[in-house]
T-cell receptor, first 115, second 111 residues
């Protein structure tokens, strides 16, 4: 079974702090994604990566950056956290191979609160 | 760009059948997926349609009509544990590895 893990389930930070959210997948997937999920807005794509050291902006990249130094690990960085970044953050991975390409496997999520 | 429309909430009785519709607009289409998310949980893959017609997986079925840009998820013999949010998603043409998700349908199953 694919396993995607995220470093924290709950996180509380203060405005202006630098925040790191870590995601690790164990299935050698080439694609990894970061979403935020807010009530009524569904899943919105922040950044994604097709390969090591590659990154692409999603729909809402402002205020975020990412890092992918190893294939299994994708980090989301909030350079200076703000209260409007309080949200649930979900990481996912996928592969172009397999019977249903690009099926995404999600981690359990990190609920971030910025005070 | 893409847009997906699905109802925000649906309520159904245990043992009944419920259909959750999804209409989409996308500049390119590679397939329609459905994901389930329980409260506090992660979205999990349910079903995928690349071609017109019905795909059945146990109590769940998914239908696609590409000419109508329309699909639905059908849940039969509803159980209380089916109470969850259900998201339709299309594969994005601009980045063919990506999925664009709808805003989700909250299904509540009542006794």
């Amino acid at each position: 079974d694919v396993k995607v893990t995220q470093s924290s389930r709950y996180l509380v930070k203060r405005t202006g702090e630098k925040v790191f959210l870590e995601c690790v997948q164990d299935m050698d997937h080439e694609n990894m994604f970061w979403y935020r999920q807010d009530p009524g807005l569904g899943l919105r794509l922040i950044y994604f990566s097709y390969d090591v050291k590659m990154k692409e902006k999603g729909d809402i990249p402002e205020g975020y950056s990412v890092s992918r130094e190893k294939k299994e690990r994708f980090s989301l960085i909030l350079e200076s956290a703000s209260t409007n970044q309080t949200s649930m953050y979900l990481c996912a991975s996928s592969t172009r191979q397999g019977p249903i390409p690009d099926t995404q496997y999600f981690g359990p999520g990190t609920r971030l609160t910025v005070l | 760009g893409q847009s997906l429309e699905q109802p925000s909430e649906v309520t159904a009785v245990e043992g009944a059948i419920v259909q959750i519709n999804c209409t989409y607009q996308t500049s390119g289409f590679y397939g329609l997926s459905w994901y389930q998310q329980h409260d506090g949980g992660a979205p999990t893959f349910l079903s995928y349609n690349a071609l017109d017609g019905l795909e059945e997986t146990g109590r769940f079925s998914s239908f696609l009509s590409r000419s109508d840009s329309y699909g639905y998820l059908l849940l039969q013999e509803l159980q209380m544990k089916d109470s969850a949010s259900y998201f339709c998603a299309v594969r994005d043409q601009t980045g063919a590895n990506n999925l664009f998700f709808g805003t989700g349908t909250r299904l509540t199953v009542i006794p």
